[in-house]
Nanobody, 115 residues
Framework: QVQLVESGGGLVQPGGSLRLSCAAS????????MGWFRQAPGKERELVAIFTRNDNTVYADSVKGRFTISRDNAKNTVYLQMNSLKAEDTAVYYC?????????WGKGTLVTVSS
């Protein structure tokens, strides 16, 4: 059973920074993509940043230059460094891994950007 546990969310002022972590456990193989999505109130879930199968990265246009995805394979952990945060970044952030076994989601961590 694949488990994804996010952490690092919270309240931050506009212009501030946060780093999210996603710890993965279980038997994970045949990864197609792994990374972060978010869902703001009243909106659909959207891609934020992911690693692809060939280790490329894909970012949403709205976060390019501000967010950076990284990973520590030894710790089975994926990170999302978020800088220059804006009110419109407020959302629940979900970790996701899409493998040949299935598509898995964490429970999410709330990020609120407000003064």
């Amino acid at each position: 059973q694949v488990q994804l546990v996010e952490s690092g969310g919270g309240l931050v002022q506009p212009g501030g920074s946060l780093r999210l972590s996603c710890a993965a456990s279980g038997s994970i193989f045949g990864i197609n993509t792994m990374g972060w999505f978010r869902q703001a109130p009243g909106k659909e879930r959207e891609l934020v940043a992911i690693f692809t199968r060939n280790d490329n990265t894909v970012y949403a246009d709205s976060v390019k230059g501000r967010f950076t995805i990284s990973r520590d394979n030894a710790k089975n952990t994926v990170y999302l460094q978020m800088n220059s945060l804006k009110a419109e970044d407020t959302a629940v952030y979900y970790c996701n891994v899409w493998t040949i076994q299935g598509n898995y989601w964490g429970k999410g961590t709330l990020v609120t950007v407000s003064s």
